[in-house]
């Protein structure tokens, strides 16, 4: 039986995390972004997190953003030169094969960095087998919209330059399959939802710059036969302008997150009736009369 396919080279993304470690945080709008919001997230939860664990951690904003929410947050990254140079608990791994013993941990989160494994339904049953029963997992991921500009506008240029286009920039989840994903991994009570993010800048060559700083440059197993000119990138950036310019000449650039909630199951939780078993007929709920279908 084989596995999943291997859209993407985990080595080369990990050289790219590298890369990128020493200036991440001129760059890490995004992930503060997705950090606040996943503390505001665990905020309400009346629930005592004595052992998370940060997947993605990058430059360490979900730790700012939780400060004492948890007990110890042990953050994790494929990047060791991510994680250099701060204190607390700290470990390399890859999402794709997590080191941690079954039921084990109360609350992992993931912070932008699924959309890069081959197999996210794995790396999804994966943290549920990790979690304690009725543990919690949210995590963030970039979703299909992300960068529409900056592909169409590449797909543009290649097509009038080259004759046609390849894909250059990575995909990444669609939100209808999203909830879909967490039912697919075993997960109780599956939730998803979007957050559409739009970042305007200067030039186009500027959002690069800045996906660079990020490390979260494309990374397809299957090289772009073609390489990427300066030519190909030139016209591809006054495509983006034209196409997409204010009148001032800025470019946005779309970010979609899609943010996963997922309990690991436990008989203590909330659990849908059998079909059949409901004590109130839903006209009663609705205080309205019930009408019979024609024929029946």
């Given at each position: 039986?084989?596995?999943?396919?291997?859209?993407?080279?985990?080595?080369?993304?990990?050289?790219?995390?590298?890369?990128?470690?020493?200036?991440?945080?001129?760059?890490?709008?995004?992930?503060?972004?997705?950090?606040?919001?996943?503390?505001?997230?665990?905020?309400?939860?009346?629930?005592?997190?004595?052992?998370?664990?940060?997947?993605?951690?990058?430059?360490?904003?979900?730790?700012q953003a939780l400060g004492d929410r948890v007990g110890l947050l042990i953050e994790a990254d494929l990047s060791a030169a991510m994680l250099a140079g701060r204190p607390g608990p700290r470990v390399v791994l890859d999402e794709e094969r997590l080191p941690f013993a079954p039921?084990?941990?109360?609350?992992?989160?993931?912070?932008?960095?699924?959309?890069?494994?081959?197999?996210?339904?794995?790396?999804?049953?994966?943290?549920?087998?990790?979690?304690?029963?009725?543990?919690?997992?949210?995590?963030?991921?970039?979703?299909?919209?992300?960068?529409?500009?900056?592909?169409?506008?590449?797909?543009?240029?290649?097509?009038?330059?080259?004759?046609?286009?390849?894909?250059?920039?990575?995909?990444?989840?669609?939100?209808?399959?999203?909830?879909?994903?967490?039912?697919?991994?075993?997960?109780?009570l599956p939730v998803a939802d979007l957050d559409r993010v739009s970042v305007t800048y200067a030039h186009p060559l500027r959002l690069m710059a800045d996906l660079r700083q990020m490390g979260e440059t494309g990374v397809l197993a299957e090289r772009h036969p073609r390489a990427l000119t300066r030519a190909l990138l030139a016209r591809t950036a006054e495509?983006?302008?034209?196409?997409?310019?204010?009148?001032?000449?800025?470019?946005?650039?779309?970010?979609?997150?899609?943010?996963?909630?997922?309990w690991a199951p436990h008989e203590s939780q909330q659990q849908p009736l059998r079909p059949g078993s409901a004590r109130m007929r839903l006209a009663d709920a609705l205080g309205t009369t019930e009408h019979p279908l024609p024929g029946d």
């Amino acid at each position: 039986m084989s596995g999943p396919p291997k859209l993407f080279d985990r080595a080369l993304h990990r050289k790219r995390l590298d890369r990128a470690a020493p200036g991440f945080a001129d760059a890490d709008f995004l992930q503060r972004r997705v950090a606040e919001d996943i503390a505001e997230r665990l905020a309400p939860i009346m629930r005592d997190f004595s052992l998370a664990v940060d997947l993605s951690a990058r430059g360490g904003a979900l730790r700012q953003a939780l400060g004492d929410r948890v007990g110890l947050l042990i953050e994790a990254d494929l990047s060791a030169a991510m994680l250099a140079g701060r204190p607390g608990p700290r470990v390399v791994l890859d999402e794709e094969r997590l080191p941690f013993a079954p039921a084990s941990l109360d609350l992992i989160v993931s912070t932008l960095g699924l959309h890069w494994t081959n197999d996210v339904v794995g790396a999804l049953i994966q943290i549920r087998r990790a979690l304690k029963p009725d543990g919690l997992f949210v995590g963030a991921l970039l979703g299909g919209e992300t960068l529409t500009e900056l592909r169409q506008s590449l797909v543009s240029a290649e097509v009038e330059l080259l004759g046609g286009a390849g894909q250059r920039v990575s995909p990444f989840a669609d939100m209808r399959d999203a909830a879909g994903l967490l039912q697919r991994a075993g997960y109780a009570l599956p939730v998803a939802d979007l957050d559409r993010v739009s970042v305007t800048y200067a030039h186009p060559l500027r959002l690069m710059a800045d996906l660079r700083q990020m490390g979260e440059t494309g990374v397809l197993a299957e090289r772009h036969p073609r390489a990427l000119t300066r030519a190909l990138l030139a016209r591809t950036a006054e495509i983006y302008q034209e196409r997409f310019g204010d009148a001032e000449g800025r470019v946005p650039a779309t970010f979609e997150i899609v943010t996963l909630t997922g309990w690991a199951p436990h008989e203590s939780q909330q659990q849908p009736l059998r079909p059949g078993s409901a004590r109130m007929r839903l006209a009663d709920a609705l205080g309205t009369t019930e009408h019979p279908l024609p024929g029946d």
